[in-house]
C-alpha cells in the first residue's frame, strides 16, 4: 500500500509506473488492480529480461524502488545492472543497503540510524514526516479532527488488523467487542484471505452493529467516523494519526514493536497485550478510556501531531530534487493519447486542481474514462499535454461550442504550481489552438474567489468581458497580438 501512494505521487509528477510483484501480493491487496497500473508476475514471468536494458516499452528507467523484507543488499546491486539509482523502503536499521535514497517512516526515526548501513553518499528521508499516505488522509484531516474537539465517548470501533490478519486475532478482538454492550457500531476491515473471514463473516450475521469489509476503498472514510481503532503498529498507524483518530495496538511483528513503543509515548495510542489476553486488554483499555473524560480529545490531538499526511508529496520531491538537479523551464506540447487517460484523471481530481473547476466534486475513473475516449475523437475538442523536463506536468484542453468560440480548461501537476509553468502552458496552447484554426475565439470561466487563475489568464494576455454571480468571464481573439510578445513556452 505504501508503494501504490508513492506511484501515485509520481504519477501525479508525471511519471509512468510499472510494479513487479508476486500473484500472491497481487490477490491479497486487490487495491493493485484498482490502481490499474501495469504490474509483472516476478515469480512467473521473466521480469528482468523484459527490463535488462534499464528500459521499459522503449522507455529508460528513472528509478527502481525495493520494498521488502526478505530482498536485501545482494539483490539491490544485482539491479545496478539496469543503470538506474535505487529507492528503498525499510522500517528497521539492522541490514545493510546498496541504494542512492532511503526512505524509513519511522516515528523517531533518524538518518543516523542508518549509517554505515548504506553507501556513502545516500540519502536517508527518515521519521514520520516522511510516512507514505493516500492523499485522501489529508483531504479529510481537517473534518477529521474537527470532530474529535470536546469529550466525546468510544461508540464506534474500527478494527483492521491487516489484510492477511497475521496471529488470527482480528474474531477474537470482534467477539469480545460484541460482548461490551456500550459500543453502537464496530466495523471490521479484512483481506480475501485473512485467517478469521468466515468467523467474521459468521459474526456479522448474527450482530447488526458488526460490519465486515473486504479491503475498502474509502477506509479514511470509515476512520473519520470512528472514535477509536484497534489495530496493529504498522503503515496504518500513520493513517490513524493523519486523521487524529486514537488507537488501541496490537503488535503481530517484531519489526513493529519500536512504532508501537513510539506511538505510546507520543500519546496516540496505548498498547494492549499479544497473548492469549489480548481481547480482554483491548476491554480493558477501553474501560480505562471511558471514565477519563476528554482523554480521547487528548489523543487524538497528539496523534494529529505525529503526521500530517505530506509525506508521499516530500518523499516526491526528494526524488525529483535527486533526479532533476537540473531545471530548465522549457515546455513542450503534443496532443493527448489513450495513454494519458489516468495522468489526467489524477490531475483532475487533485484537489487544488477540483477547486478551479465549476464542480469541484471528485470524477470518478469510470466516470473520467468515458469521457476521455470521447473527447479524444472529439472533431470540437483538443486536448494537449503540456511537458517538462521529459516528463508530463500538465493539460489544457479547447471545447468549440455552437457559437464557435472554444471554452477553455487548465490543470497543472501539483509539483510545478508556483513555478509560473501555468502562465507559459496556457499561452502556448492557446497560440497552437489558434494555428491549427482551431477556433478563433477562447474563453475562460474563472471562479470569483480563484485569485490566482484570474491572475494566470490575464497575464496570458485574455481580458474581462463580463461576470455572474459565481464567475469572471475572459476572452483572447486570435487577433489580439498581447499573448505573442509573451513567452513561447518558456516558464517564468
Given at each position: 500500500m505504501r508503494c501504490l501512494t508513492l506511484a501515485a505521487e509520481m504519477e501525479q509528477r508525471g511519471a509512468d509506473v510499472l510494479f513487479v510483484c508476486s500473484a500472491a501480493t497481487a490477490s491479497t491487496v486487490p487495491a493493485l488492480a484498482r490502481s490499474r497500473i501495469v504490474w509483472f508476475e516476478a515469480d512467473q514471468h521473466d521480469w528482468s529480461a523484459a527490463l535488462w536494458d534499464g528500459t521499459f516499452n522503449g522507455k529508460r528507467i528513472d528509478l527502481v524502488v525495493v520494498d521488502s523484507y526478505r530482498l536485501g543488499e545482494t539483490f539491490e546491486r544485482s539491479l545496478r545492472k539496469l543503470g538506474s539509482p535505487i529507492l528503498v523502503i525499510d522500517d528497521a536499521p539492522a541490514r545493510p543497503h546498496d541504494c542512492d535514497l532511503l526512505v524509513d517512516m519511522t516515528l523517531g526515526r533518524s538518518a543516523d540510524a542508518y549509517s554505515g548501513l548504506t553507501p556513502q553518499g545516500c540519502r536517508v528521508l527518515a521519521g514520520a514526516s516522511y510516512t507514505l499516505l493516500r492523499s485522501e488522509f489529508g483531504e479529510l484531516r481537517a473534518a477529521s479532527l474537527a470532530r474529535r474537539v470536546g469529550a466525546y465517548e468510544a461508540k464506534s470501533i474500527f478494527v483492521s488488523l491487516g489484510l492477511t490478519d497475521v496471529g488470527g486475532q482480528t474474531a477474537n478482538i470482534a467477539r469480545s467487542l460484541i460482548a461490551a454492550r456500550n459500543l453502537s457500531r464496530i466495523v471490521v476491515v479484512s483481506g480475501p484471505a485473512a485467517r478469521s473471514f468466515d468467523e467474521l463473516s459468521a459474526l456479522a450475521s448474527r450482530d447488526t452493529r458488526i460490519e465486515v469489509l473486504?479491503?475498502?476503498?474509502?477506509?479514511?472514510?470509515?476512520?473519520?467516523?470512528?472514535?477509536?481503532?484497534?489495530?496493529?503498529?504498522?503503515?496504518?498507524?500513520?493513517?490513524?494519526?493523519?486523521?487524529?483518530?486514537?488507537?488501541?495496538?496490537?503488535?503481530?511483528?517484531?519489526?513493529?514493536?519500536?512504532?508501537?513503543?513510539?506511538?505510546?509515548?507520543?500519546?496516540?495510542?496505548?498498547?494492549?497485550?499479544?497473548?492469549?489476553?489480548?481481547?480482554?486488554?483491548?476491554?480493558?483499555?477501553?474501560?480505562?478510556?471511558?471514565?477519563?473524560?476528554?482523554?480521547?480529545?487528548?489523543?487524538?490531538?497528539?496523534?494529529?501531531?505525529?503526521?500530517?499526511?505530506?509525506?508521499?508529496?516530500?518523499?516526491?520531491?526528494?526524488?525529483?530534487?535527486?533526479?532533476?538537479?537540473?531545471?530548465?523551464?522549457?515546455?513542450?506540447?503534443?496532443?493527448?493519447?489513450?495513454?494519458?487517460?489516468?495522468?489526467?484523471?489524477?490531475?483532475?481530481?487533485?484537489?487544488?486542481?477540483?477547486?478551479?473547476?465549476?464542480?469541484?466534486?471528485?470524477?470518478?475513473?469510470?466516470?473520467?474514462?468515458?469521457?476521455?475516449?470521447?473527447?479524444?475523437?472529439?472533431?470540437?475538442?483538443?486536448?494537449?499535454?503540456?511537458?517538462?523536463?521529459?516528463?508530463?506536468?500538465?493539460?489544457?484542453?479547447?471545447?468549440?461550442?455552437?457559437?464557435?468560440?472554444?471554452?477553455?480548461?487548465?490543470?497543472?501537476?501539483?509539483?510545478?504550481?508556483?513555478?509560473?509553468?501555468?502562465?507559459?502552458?496556457?499561452?502556448?496552447?492557446?497560440?497552437?489552438?489558434?494555428?491549427?484554426?482551431?477556433?478563433?475565439?477562447?474563453?475562460?470561466?474563472?471562479?470569483?474567489?480563484?485569485?490566482?487563475?484570474?491572475?494566470?489568464?490575464?497575464?496570458?494576455?485574455?481580458?474581462?468581458?463580463?461576470?455572474?454571480?459565481?464567475?469572471?468571464?475572459?476572452?483572447?481573439?486570435?487577433?489580439?497580438?498581447a499573448h505573442e510578445s509573451r513567452t513561447s513556452g518558456q516558464a517564468e
Amino acid at each position: 500500500m505504501r508503494c501504490l501512494t508513492l506511484a501515485a505521487e509520481m504519477e501525479q509528477r508525471g511519471a509512468d509506473v510499472l510494479f513487479v510483484c508476486s500473484a500472491a501480493t497481487a490477490s491479497t491487496v486487490p487495491a493493485l488492480a484498482r490502481s490499474r497500473i501495469v504490474w509483472f508476475e516476478a515469480d512467473q514471468h521473466d521480469w528482468s529480461a523484459a527490463l535488462w536494458d534499464g528500459t521499459f516499452n522503449g522507455k529508460r528507467i528513472d528509478l527502481v524502488v525495493v520494498d521488502s523484507y526478505r530482498l536485501g543488499e545482494t539483490f539491490e546491486r544485482s539491479l545496478r545492472k539496469l543503470g538506474s539509482p535505487i529507492l528503498v523502503i525499510d522500517d528497521a536499521p539492522a541490514r545493510p543497503h546498496d541504494c542512492d535514497l532511503l526512505v524509513d517512516m519511522t516515528l523517531g526515526r533518524s538518518a543516523d540510524a542508518y549509517s554505515g548501513l548504506t553507501p556513502q553518499g545516500c540519502r536517508v528521508l527518515a521519521g514520520a514526516s516522511y510516512t507514505l499516505l493516500r492523499s485522501e488522509f489529508g483531504e479529510l484531516r481537517a473534518a477529521s479532527l474537527a470532530r474529535r474537539v470536546g469529550a466525546y465517548e468510544a461508540k464506534s470501533i474500527f478494527v483492521s488488523l491487516g489484510l492477511t490478519d497475521v496471529g488470527g486475532q482480528t474474531a477474537n478482538i470482534a467477539r469480545s467487542l460484541i460482548a461490551a454492550r456500550n459500543l453502537s457500531r464496530i466495523v471490521v476491515v479484512s483481506g480475501p484471505a485473512a485467517r478469521s473471514f468466515d468467523e467474521l463473516s459468521a459474526l456479522a450475521s448474527r450482530d447488526t452493529r458488526i460490519e465486515v469489509l473486504v479491503d475498502p476503498d474509502n477506509i479514511a472514510d470509515l476512520m473519520v467516523c470512528s472514535d477509536v481503532a484497534i489495530g496493529t503498529p504498522g503503515t496504518s498507524s500513520w493513517e490513524r494519526c493523519c486523521l487524529g483518530l486514537p488507537a488501541i495496538l496490537i503488535v503481530v511483528a517484531d519489526n513493529q514493536r519500536d512504532n508501537a513503543r513510539a506511538l505510546e509515548v507520543a500519546g496516540a495510542a496505548k498498547i494492549a497485550s499479544i497473548d492469549s489476553e489480548g481481547p480482554d486488554a483491548v476491554l480493558r483499555i477501553l474501560r480505562e478510556l471511558a471514565v477519563q473524560p476528554g482523554k480521547l480529545e487528548q489523543m487524538s490531538r497528539q496523534a494529529a501531531d505525529v503526521c500530517d499526511g505530506n509525506g508521499a508529496q516530500r518523499v516526491g520531491t526528494a526524488i525529483d530534487e535527486f533526479l532533476l538537479p537540473e531545471r530548465n523551464g522549457l515546455l513542450t506540447l503534443r496532443l493527448a493519447t489513450i495513454a494519458d487517460a489516468r495522468r489526467l484523471w489524477l490531475w483532475r481530481n487533485d484537489p487544488r486542481a477540483r477547486e478551479m473547476f465549476g464542480d469541484s466534486q471528485p470524477v470518478s475513473w469510470d466516470t473520467h474514462k468515458a469521457w476521455f475516449e470521447g473527447h479524444l475523437t472529439d472533431p470540437n475538442t483538443r486536448i494537449f499535454v503540456v511537458g517538462a523536463f521529459d516528463r508530463p506536468c500538465g493539460y489544457v484542453r479547447f471545447h468549440v461550442k455552437l457559437t464557435g468560440t472554444a471554452t477553455v480548461s487548465i490543470a497543472m501537476a501539483r509539483n510545478v504550481r508556483g513555478l509560473g509553468y501555468g502562465t507559459a502552458a496556457l499561452v502556448l496552447a492557446c497560440r497552437e489552438a489558434f494555428e491549427q484554426r482551431f477556433c478563433e475565439c477562447i474563453e475562460a470561466l474563472v471562479k470569483r474567489e480563484n485569485v490566482a487563475s484570474q491572475q494566470v489568464f490575464r497575464k496570458s494576455g485574455f481580458l474581462p468581458v463580463g461576470e455572474d454571480a459565481d464567475f469572471f468571464v475572459y476572452h483572447l481573439h486570435a487577433r489580439t497580438d498581447a499573448h505573442e510578445s509573451r513567452t513561447s513556452g518558456q516558464a517564468e
